[in-house]
């Protein structure tokens, strides 16, 4: 089993900045893949962001290119999700999932998720 634990979110204005931490514990060598996922209100939750635990290949979804930023402390086996330019659209539950398969992960069918996070944006 791995477990996902994550922190830092909060209530941000519209434009602010925050940073999300997804840390796991377990059989993390189990998993090669780390991802972000959120979930509005009423929505379906969404892909968001993932990383290697490597370090490398990263890729996001193109609603948070160029204002998100993913990376990952492979020591540590903690990701980091900056959150820049935040719009109120960003407001939802978010999501750390882990998994061996990228396109698993993607495809959000991943075994191994966190409690969520909550993210909200005031205009």
């Known amino acids: 089993q791995v477990q996902l634990v994550e922190s830092g979110g909060g209530l941000v204005q519209a434009g602010g900045s925050l940073r999300l931490s997804c840390a796991a514990s377990g059989r993390t060598s189990s998993t090669v893949h780390v991802g972000w996922f959120r979930q509005a209100p009423g929505k379906e939750r969404e892909f968001v962001a993932a990383?290697?635990?490597?370090?490398?290949?990263?890729d996001y979804a193109d609603s948070v290119k160029g204002r998100f930023t993913i990376s990952g402390d492979n020591a540590k086996y903690t990701v980091y999700l900056q959150m820049n330019s935040l719009k109120p659209e960003d407001t939802a539950v978010y999501f750390c999932?882990?998994?061996?398969?990228?396109?698993?992960?993607?495809?959000?069918?991943?075994?191994?998720w966190g409690q969520g996070t909550q993210v909200t944006v005031s205009s």
């Open positions: 990383i290697s635990w490597s370090g490398g290949s990263t």
């Open positions: 999932a882990a998994d061996l398969w990228r396109s698993r992960l993607r495809r959000g069918e991943s075994d191994y």
